[in-house]
């Protein structure tokens, strides 16, 4: 038996680099994965991940969501419950940075990066503790940062103290709902090669990334999609409160 046989997780995010690697994962190991994104990629998400889990008994299926609508958030995890519930797990995909020196970073920007980051996890957790503590089961996996642990080497501070928060929140949560039987953790990746940072990294800065790394090289969305697998799931159950860096020793350099 598949360790997410009879699960269902939802992925927030899902049309992304490391979210549709996370979605694939899940559904290969037998998941039932509500593929959640603002972005039509999410619907080829789905279906690379409907295929990826059908030898194993898992399927998944395209929603549309908009992080930023506070209550289309809320209808929308609400319609997932009834349609696909219970939800065993959510995965907070969604979020991402802007190149900006401090001194170019406006209230403005760096409230909307807050909004971006942080505020998405507030906005699905909230929508979703409720469900998971009235079931005494759930399990959460947030995205912080390499960023949120030292300062980002390709984004601006307002990207590097909003994955900062989202620490702050993980292990804040943790320790609520903890007694609910709810798991809540977060992955600190490194340099990742999802589409936007390919599209956005330079040949010298990614040269530097790989320098700055004792494995030799930058990770890949399979690289976090695995660590995502193991915290979503029962593996997981006494691990609660932490930030799993993925970043192939970029801190050891
Ligand atoms: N790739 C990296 O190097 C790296 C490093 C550290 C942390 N992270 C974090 O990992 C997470 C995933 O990164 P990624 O590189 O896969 O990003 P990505 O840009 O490929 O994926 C983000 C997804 O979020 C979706 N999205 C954006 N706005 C939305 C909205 N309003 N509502 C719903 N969905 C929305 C996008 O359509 C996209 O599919 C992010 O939180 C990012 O900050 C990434």
Not at 23 to 39: H, K, P, T
Not at 128 to 133: A, D, I, N, T, V
Not at 188 to 214: D, N
Request: glycine share 12%.
């Amino acid at each position: 038996m598949n360790r997410y046989t009879g699960r269902t997780v939802i992925v927030a995010g899902a049309g992304g680099g490391i979210g549709r690697a996370a979605c694939l994962r899940l559904a290969a190991e037998g998941a039932f994965v509500v593929c959640m994104d603002i972005s039509e990629t999410r619907d080829e998400t789905a279906e690379l991940a409907a295929g990826e889990g059908k030898p194993a008994g898992g399927g998944a299926c395209p929603v549309h969501l908009d992080i930023a609508d506070s209550q289309g958030v809320k209808e929308t995890m609400a319609a997932a419950i009834r349609d696909h519930g219970p939800i065993d797990a959510l995965v907070n995909c969604i979020g991402g940075g802007q190149p900006l020196a401090s001194m170019e970073i406006d209230e403005a920007a760096f409230d909307a990066m807050f909004e971006f980051n942080v505020k998405s996890v507030y906005r699905s957790c909230w929508a979703l503790l409720p469900h998971m503590s009235e079931r005494k089961s759930g399990k959460i996996v947030n995205f912080s940062s390499v960023a949120g642990r030292s300062a980002s080497v390709l984004q601006g501070a307002h990207y590097s103290s909003s994955k900062a928060a989202v620490i702050g929140l993980t292990r804040h949560l943790a320790r609520e709902f903890g007694p609910s039987g709810v798991n809540v953790n977060a992955i600190a990746p490194g340099v990742i090669a999802s589409p936007r940072i390919l599209a956005q990294m330079t040949p010298e800065q990614e040269a530097r990334a790989i320098a700055a790394t004792p494995l030799g090289r930058i990770g890949t969305p399979e690289d976090i999609a695995g660590v995502v697998a193991f915290l979503a799931s029962e593996d997981a159950r006494h691990i609660t409160g932490v930030t799993v860096d993925v970043n192939g020793g970029f801190f050891l350099s």
